[in-house]
Structures are given as C-alpha cells and as structure tokens.
C-alpha cells in the first residue's frame, strides 16, 4: 500500500503561488493512480485534482481548472500540484490519496491511502 507524505503548505496572499509535494515510499505510484483532495474547516473532504500515472492524463475540479496543475516524477515516486491565482476558499488541509481504478474517481471512498495533509491558507 502507498505511504504518503505531504509537503509544500503555508500561508500565501491572495493571487499567490504554492507547489505542494507528495512523495510515496510505498512505491504504487504507476501501479495506482492519484490524486489531491482538500479539506476546508467544517466542510467535507473534496477532490481537486487526480493523474493516471500510465497516460499521463489529467483531471481537475472545476473550481480549480486553469489555475491548479498536477503531475508526477516517476523516478522519484512524487507527484506535485502547482497551485496559481490562489483565492481564500482554497483555504484548508490538502491530500494526496492514491486508488487502485483505472478510471477518473473523484469520491473519497475510492481512494484506499491518504498521506496526513498539508495545511494551505490563503489570506485575502
């Protein structure tokens, strides 16, 4: 099973830039796919953003599309999200998850490994 480790949070004005890390050492990158998710305080856990390693290919919420980008590093089992022209609702905890599907999945029950999050604030 995947072991997940977040990194690349912190506090940012609004407009602002920040590239999240994820790092595997389980090694099911390019065995599973992945994806970020985001946790505002009282609000449910959402996706935002998920890649297929095989493909390539790329996926997006569309609160985030053309201002977030996702993509892997397979040599070094991490995947990264480049997050631009950030707003305070993208404010909260952000995970990386992998699933075992081929296909897009965007519940969180699909996903069967979660990384403990990195905290990403966005003052206005």
């Known amino acids: 099973q995947a072991q997940l480790v977040e990194s690349g949070g912190g506090l940012v004005q609004a407009g602002g830039s920040l590239k999240l890390s994820c790092v595997d050492s389980?090694?099911?990158?390019?065995?599973?796919?992945a994806a970020w998710f985001r946790q505002a305080p009282g609000k449910e856990r959402e996706f935002v953003a998920a890649?297929?390693?095989?493909?390539?290919?790329?996926h997006y919420a569309d609160s985030v599309k053309g201002r977030f980008f996702i993509w892997s590093d397979n040599a070094k089992d991490t995947v990264f999200l480049q997050m631009y022209t950030l707003k305070p609702e993208d404010t909260g905890v952000y995970y990386c998850?992998?699933?075992?599907?081929?296909?897009?999945?965007?519940?969180?029950?699909?996903?069967?490994?979660w990384g403990k999050g990195t905290q990403v604030t966005v003052s206005s």
């Open positions: 890649i297929r390693f095989r493909s390539g290919s790329d």
């Open positions: 389980g090694r099911r990158f390019g065995r599973d796919n």
């Open positions: 998850a992998t699933t075992p599907y081929n296909s897009w999945r965007y519940g969180v029950g699909d996903y069967n490994a």
